[in-house]
Every structure is written in C-alpha cells, then in structure tokens.
T-cell receptor
Framework: NAGVTQTPKFRVLKTGQSMTLLCAQD?????MYWYRQDPGMGLRLIHY???????AKGEVPDGYNVSRLKKQNFLLGLESAAPSQTSVYFC????????????FGQGTRLTVV | DAKTTQPNSMESNEEEPVHLPCNHS???????IHWYRQLPSQGPEYVIH???SNVNNRMASLAIAEDRKSSTLILHRATLRDAAVYYC????????????FGKGTHLIIQP
C-alpha cells in the first residue's frame, strides 16, 4: 500500500499562475483533507471532503478550490497564486468517526515568487 | 472549536521517560483526544488516541485526567528518533471537520 501520495513534491510558481495539487489515497477512506503549514506553525485546514462529490470549507479556504470527483483523489487548486500562499501543503485521509486515525502525505512545498 | 494548549518545547535525555502535557479545558463529551507527531520534513503521523480511559500502544501511553480537561502523552524510553513536534488534537464524534492543530510541543532529546 502506498498510503497517501501527493503530487508534486516541490513547485515554484510565479504570482498569478495557477496549479493543481493532487492527493491520492489507496485505503478506501471516506474523508480527505487539505492542510497548509507555515514556518513554525501547526497545520491549518483549508478544505475537506466527507465523500465523493462533496467538499466543505475549513479554517483558511480563501484563494483555493477543491474537487473530489473520485473517492481516492482530492485535488487542491490555486487559480491565481499569491506569495502569501507559499507554504507546505499536506493532504490527509481517514475513515469516518472521531476515533479514526488520519494518514498524511509527505507534503508539497510550494513557493510563489 | 475545542482548543488545546501545550508547552512550546521540552527537553529530555535519551532512554528516559518523557511526559508531554496537554490542556483541553473546553473538551466536549464526544471529543476524542488524539496525538500526532511530526518528524522534520515529514507529514504528521498518528501516535495514539483515547476518549476516557488511559490507553497504551507500541509507541506510547496516553493518560487522561478524570475530568478529561487534560491529558499526558508518555514516551516510556525516549530515543533520538523521538525528537519531533508533538501535537495534541481533539476530534468530534463524527470526525468530519478534521483535526485542529496548535503549534505543538517541540521535543528535544539529548544523547
């Protein structure tokens, strides 16, 4: 099992460019999440999904869009990148329920110049 | 949202036990207490979770106060590989709205 795989691992964007981050999980998890982590900070939730075709906003959703067309994939889009979106992005997935363990990807380091 | 409070950093010696505290005074009855750790340049990884009773697994133990307003993660014999940022988080019964991470505790292990 690969677990949670994020693509790409590194990316440099120019201000105003767009890109999509891909998260794929092979554990048949219902729930998927996108977080961002800034230096010296904990993770902050951007968007999440409780099932195929459904998404919801987290703590810091502005400037991002998401889609969950297939159960195993969760895409995070930046339509017009800004330097404030320079961060490390983590995807996670889990089964439903408060006791469920979340599995995280290795992260995507994004720099917007 | 239920929030947690942890010390910014702690230091311990290798092969000694480590007790990492967490306060969660606004915890609700259906909130689970989860601990994750993040090694340098990696994503967080699950350590342990509990609801009311103390819990043990191969990585650590979790001691939960009787009033559930605080908990302690116990590493019984720290190694250099345990040096990481440890996050105490709460999840509601449904778990749908994800984990809320604070800044965590940066655990430093001295050889």
């Amino acid at each position: 099992n690969a677990g949670v795989t994020q693509t790409p691992k590194f990316r440099v964007l120019k201000t105003g460019q767009s890109m999509t981050l891909l998260c794929a999980q092979d554990m048949n998890h219902e729930y998927m999440y996108w977080y961002r982590q800034d230096p010296g900070m904990g993770l902050r939730l951007i968007h999440y999904s409780v099932g195929e075709g459904t998404t919801a906003k987290g703590e810091v959703p502005d400037g991002y869009n998401v889609s969950r067309l297939k159960k195993q994939n969760f895409l995070l889009g930046l339509e017009s990148a800004a330097p404030s979106q320079t961060s490390v992005y983590f995807c996670a997935s889990s089964y439903p329920g408060g006791r469920a363990e979340a599995f995280f990807g290795q992260g995507t380091r994004l720099t917007v110049v | 949202d239920a929030k947690t409070t942890q010390p910014n950093s702690m230091e311990s010696n290798e092969e000694e036990p480590v007790h990492l505290p967490c306060n969660h005074s606004t915890i609700s009855g259906t909130d689970y207490i989860h601990w994750y750790r993040q090694l340098p340049s990696q994503g967080p990884e699950y350590v342990i979770h509990g609801l009311t009773s103390n819990v043990n697994n191969r990585m650590a133990s979790l001691a939960i106060a009787e009033d559930r307003k605080s908990s302690t993660l116990i590493l019984h014999r720290a190694t250099l590989r345990d040096a990481a940022v440890y996050y105490c988080t709460l999840t509601s019964g449904g778990g749908a709205d994800g984990l809320t991470f604070g800044k965590g505790t940066h655990l430093i292990i001295q050889p």
